[in-house]
């Protein structure tokens, strides 16, 4: 009898936990009082640290455990509040804030800038020139003339990011983009000038393009001590990092009247680099975009991956190891 009694709590237990571990992918919409869409708004799960910004027409979606709640932010209105009852679709009214009410939003706390941000920079968005508060210049090409890009993203967007304490720190006054030259993250406030963020003072940061979609970036030292890599998939068990380092190429066109070689024009050329990481091991291994290498970097659950060979036989790519990822994961 006794041991039944302890086989049944262990079951109880097993099942509480695997129902906290559950998780649900909501989707919503963010309005004001009137209907009008509120774009931007940010969407974060509490308690955990995961939030995403709503896009242009104020539609958001998230991956949340089912026993979290929503918060919903918005600059100029009050903050809302969103109780988890089974659903998987919202819709979210945020009341403006009266004028004579409203306060100024200090960000993350008072030493924001003190400690986050460093080194002023300029930003000519004529010449597209950047120059450094250490006087260093990274002079470009015009944008029509040059192909790619020094930024991750072709205009300033939304985003938050974890301090290294582990909490969530998200202000909607700035803005943020990614310098792949220099490995820099760039935060503004006006869209004209920018700062540099203190790569100590994070622990990862959270981009969001205009169409809501989320690119979290982490210092992982052990692959790049100069440059934040870009999380593909991420679990208890694996990480899969995609590491951007991009040059500078001047053009190298050259003809000598009958034959001709190079480029008439200066680019950006990325190189991209993945690693798989080893959460428990915190082992590190650079991987090619193929089954060998992948299954070198997977060593220790070489069944697993053997039997997702498998069943899975489309071309090796960026997406193919987001989903190896998350099967590796479960």
């Known amino acids: ?57 104020g539609n958001f979606a998230i991956k949340v455990n089912t026993q979290s709640y929503l918060e919903i932010t918005a600059p100029g209105r009050n903050a809302s509040t969103v109780m988890l009852k089974g659903a998987d679709n919202y819709q979210v009214t945020l009341q403006s804030i009266a004028a004579s009410t409203t306060t100024p939003d200090k960000g993350p706390g008072t030493n924001f800038h003190t400690n986050v941000l460093s080194q002023h920079a300029t930003a000519d968005r004529s010449n597209q020139t950047f120059s450094y508060g250490d006087g260093a210049v990274f002079a470009a090409a015009q944008k029509e003339d040059a192909h790619g890009s020094r930024f991750f993203f072709d205009e300033w967007v939304h985003g938050y990011f974890i301090n290294p304490d582990d909490s969530l720190a998200q202000n909607p006054a700035y803005l943020y983009n990614y310098n792949k030259i220099t490995g820099d993250l760039l935060i503004t406030k006006d869209r004209t000038t920018a700062m540099q963020v203190d790569p100590s003072q994070l622990k990862s940061v959270t981009l969001f393009n205009n169409s809501g979609v989320g690119f979290t970036f982490e210092k992982v030292s052990s692959i790049d001590p100069g440059h934040f ?90 997406n193919y190891l987001h989903d190896l990822g998350d099967y590796m994961n479960r």
Do not use: W
């Open 1 to 57: 009898m006794l041991k039944k009694i302890i086989f049944s709590a262990c079951l109880f237990f097993v099942a509480a936990n695997t129902l906290f571990a559950q998780q649900l992918k909501i989707t919503g919409n963010v309005v004001d009082e009137k209907g009008n869409s509120v774009p931007y708004a940010f969407v974060r799960e509490r308690p955990a640290k995961n939030a995403v910004y709503a896009d242009s027409v």
């Open 229 to 318: 890599v870009l999380l593909i998939s991420s679990g208890n068990n694996y990480n899969i990092y995609k590491r951007i380092v991009t040059h500078f190429k001047k053009s190298d066109y050259s003809s000598n009247g009958i034959s001709s070689s190079g480029n008439n024009y200066d680019e950006y050329v990325d190189d991209y680099t993945y690693f798989v990481y080893d959460v428990k091991t915190k082992a590190v291994q650079k991987i090619a975009l193929k089954k060998k290498a992948i299954k070198e970097a997977f060593a220790a659950d070489e069944d697993k991956v053997t039997a997702y060979f498998k069943t899975n036989d489309s071309d090796i790519d960026e």
